[in-house]
């Protein structure tokens, strides 16, 4: 592509990228589109690949001393407690006691499920709707979900046992405005994590910040005993619990914005002398492969916009030919396949092996598999001891699988192995529920529920921060955030 040899280490792609841009040149070198600009990155050399542009303002995108990487991390983590899925994976720990006691039993976990779905759909209308109306920054759409989140675990705290008809009406509302909430992670929370310019890891750290505040959620309940005969403390305290996790995560998203303030207000001349007192670089946006270089962002947005006549492009016109239901951007192969497989690891983790659980509980807690023993097994409290069990080691395993991702990089993003480990203990989980006994006995019946949720849980945990991470490399800086966004709307 006529790029400096020296400049190739530095560049973040993918392979898609690589064969789109290759691509793209070939095409855009017969097409006298914008030549003066091609003539000026053709001869920049690599001295002005580290260039900034001239119109480039005279600020930093993030500088520090060389001691805050720590402290920022820790704070993307506590920024996840409150603005991710920790209430509605608290509101599943509970469900083994609060199962026990509302008019719905062991449909509970399902009818949970089917509020928040309906939460799930709804959000993303509804946020498209108001944002074309209202132009919020993505940072006021944060708070929005902290308040949510806020009002869920305050609600789940003071009328759990409310029934209204029948049914748990409250419970209702805190799962639909949990998860509601909840996918603001993926529509303003991780762009807003990457719109200043923080690297990849950021966005992991984030992730793993929710999944950690399900980890304390989880070991809480460990110390409850839900469902168990022994219950220490009632679901309202540990609701109690859950409002503080989130008020912490509020605060650490407002310590977040003063320093994002506060750093893009430093001017350039300072940073670069605090570089040369031992501070790390100022970091451009990167994909877990390196430093991005200025040109590289040049060359492949000059390359992206110019090629008319692409693969790419021509996927493209056929999105924008779908009368603009879809985004420019939805039928480009690359993003088709984060998408879709991002969709399957989130409905298999957080739809069927949720509502799928209590009943493969009760079966491999009963003492021969059958409707009838496994009905006295939920009855006995046997049936919700293994369920919280389970949910708790396995919301530990999402913990585990969303730190490690921190320290993967983005290129050995595999997707094959992600739907296996997803689609296969799903169908360890579904033969539980007919009565299935590995060994021919409730011990392995409990070892294949047990191991098989926790390695579900681990793939989500590990591949969903890395399927964000990789959604926009094959597009320009200024199209990245709203590609990133896409997935969590499939």
């Given at each position: 592509?006529?790029?400096?040899?020296?400049?190739?280490?530095m560049l973040?792609?993918?392979?898609?990228?690589v064969?789109?841009?290759?691509?793209?040149?070939?095409?855009?070198?017969?097409?006298?589109?914008d030549?003066?600009?091609?003539?000026?990155?053709s001869?920049?050399?690599p001295?002005a690949?580290?260039?900034?542009?001239?119109d480039?303002?005279?600020?930093?995108?993030?500088?520090?001393?060389g001691?805050?990487?720590?402290?920022?991390?820790?704070?993307?983590?506590?920024?996840?407690?409150?603005?991710?899925?920790?209430?509605?994976?608290?509101?599943?720990?509970?469900?083994?006691?609060?199962?026990?006691?509302?008019p719905?039993?062991?449909?509970?976990?399902?009818?949970?499920?089917?509020?928040?779905?309906?939460?799930s759909?709804?959000?993303?209308?509804?946020?498209?709707?108001?944002?074309?109306?209202?132009?919020?920054?993505?940072g006021?759409?944060?708070?929005?979900?902290?308040?949510?989140?806020?009002?869920?675990?305050?609600?789940?705290?003071?009328?759990?046992?409310v029934?209204?008809?029948?049914?748990?009406?409250?419970?209702?509302?805190?799962?639909?405005?949990?998860?509601?909430?909840?996918?603001?992670q993926?529509?303003?929370?991780?762009?807003?994590?990457?719109?200043?310019?923080?690297?990849?890891?950021?966005?992991?750290?984030?992730?793993?910040?929710?999944?950690?505040?399900?980890?304390?959620?989880?070991?809480v309940?460990?110390?409850?005993?839900?469902?168990s005969?022994?219950?220490?403390?009632?679901v309202?305290?540990?609701?109690?619990?859950?409002?503080?996790?989130?008020?912490?995560?509020?605060?650490?998203?407002?310590l977040?914005?003063?320093?994002?303030?506060?750093?893009?207000?430093r001017?350039?001349a300072?940073c670069?002398?605090?570089r040369?007192?031992?501070?790390?670089?100022?970091?451009?946006?990167?994909?877990g492969?390196?430093?991005?270089?200025?040109?590289?962002?040049?060359?492949?947005?000059?390359?992206?916009?110019?090629?008319?006549?692409?693969?790419?492009?021509?996927?493209?016109?056929?999105?924008?030919?779908?009368?603009?239901?879809?985004?420019?951007?939805?039928?480009?192969?690359?993003v088709?396949?984060?998408a879709?497989?991002?969709?399957?690891?989130q409905?298999?983790?957080?739809?069927?092996?949720?509502?799928?659980?209590?009943?493969?509980?009760?079966?491999?807690?009963?003492?021969d598999g059958?409707?009838?023993s496994?009905?006295?097994?939920?009855?006995?409290?046997?049936?919700?001891?293994?369920q919280?069990?389970?949910?708790?080691?396995?919301?530990?395993?999402?913990?585990?699988?969303?730190?490690?991702s921190?320290?993967?990089?983005?290129r050995?993003?595999?997707?094959?192995?992600?739907?296996?480990?997803?689609?296969?203990?799903?169908?360890?989980i579904?033969?539980?529920?007919?009565?299935?006994?590995p060994l021919?006995?409730s011990?392995?019946?409990?070892?294949?529920?047990?191991?098989?949720?926790?390695?579900a849980?681990?793939?989500?945990?590990?591949f969903?921060?890395?399927?964000?991470?990789?959604?926009?490399?094959?597009?320009?800086?200024?199209?990245?955030?709203?590609?990133?966004?896409?997935?969590?709307?499939?």
């Amino acid at each position: 592509s006529g790029m400096p040899r020296q400049t190739k280490p530095m560049l973040r792609t993918s392979a898609v990228q690589v064969e789109c841009a290759h691509q793209a040149a070939h095409t855009s070198s017969h097409t006298p589109s914008d030549p003066a600009a091609a003539a000026a990155l053709s001869s920049a050399g690599p001295s002005a690949a580290a260039e900034p542009p001239a119109d480039a303002p005279d600020r930093c995108l993030d500088c520090g001393d060389g001691k805050g990487g720590g402290y920022e991390a820790l704070l993307y983590l506590l920024f996840g407690l409150g603005s991710g899925w920790t209430l509605v994976d608290a509101t599943m720990i509970e469900v083994a006691k609060m199962g026990q006691v509302q008019p719905e039993g062991l449909a509970l976990a399902t009818a949970l499920g089917t509020a928040g779905t309906i939460g799930s759909t709804a959000v993303v209308p509804l946020f498209y709707a108001f944002q074309r109306q209202l132009r919020w920054p993505l940072g006021r759409w944060v708070w929005l979900a902290l308040a949510g989140q806020m009002g869920a675990a305050v609600l789940g705290a003071a009328a759990w046992r409310v029934t209204w008809g029948g049914t748990s009406a409250a419970l209702y509302a805190v799962s639909f405005l949990s998860t509601f909430s909840g996918n603001f992670q993926q529509l303003a929370v991780v762009p807003w994590v990457q719109e200043g310019g923080t690297d990849s890891a950021a966005v992991s750290w984030t992730m793993a910040g929710s999944n950690f505040g399900a980890v304390i959620c989880s070991l809480v309940g460990f110390l409850q005993m839900p469902g168990s005969p022994e219950q220490r403390f009632s679901v309202s305290v540990f609701f109690a619990v859950v409002a503080t996790l989130v008020g912490l995560g509020a605060a650490a998203y407002a310590l977040l914005r003063r320093l994002r303030n506060r750093h893009s207000s430093r001017p350039a001349a300072e940073c670069s002398a605090s570089r040369g007192e031992g501070g790390r670089r100022a970091r451009q946006p990167v994909a877990g492969d390196g430093m991005a270089s200025m040109r590289h962002v040049q060359q492949s947005d000059l390359i992206l916009r110019r090629a008319s006549g692409s693969r790419c492009a021509r996927w493209c016109r056929r999105a924008r030919g779908c009368g603009g239901f879809l985004p420019w951007f939805a039928l480009h192969p690359h993003v088709v396949r984060v998408a879709a497989v991002n969709a399957i690891l989130q409905l298999v983790c957080w739809i069927f092996l949720r509502s799928l659980m209590p009943y493969a509980a009760a079966r491999a807690a009963s003492e021969d598999g059958t409707a009838a023993s496994a009905q006295q097994a939920h009855e006995d409290g046997h049936a919700g001891e293994l369920q919280a069990l389970t949910v708790e080691v396995s919301l530990l395993a999402v913990f585990a699988g969303a730190t490690l991702s921190a320290y993967v990089p983005d290129r050995a993003v595999r997707l094959a192995p992600a739907l296996a480990c997803e689609l296969l203990p799903l169908v360890a989980i579904s033969a539980l529920c007919t009565g299935w006994r590995p060994l021919g006995s409730s011990t392995g019946a409990r070892a294949a529920l047990l191991v098989s949720a926790t390695v579900a849980r681990f793939a989500d945990g590990l591949f969903s921060p890395l399927l964000y991470r990789i959604a926009g490399d094959p597009f320009p800086e200024s199209e990245r955030q709203a590609v990133t966004q896409w997935p969590g709307v499939v």
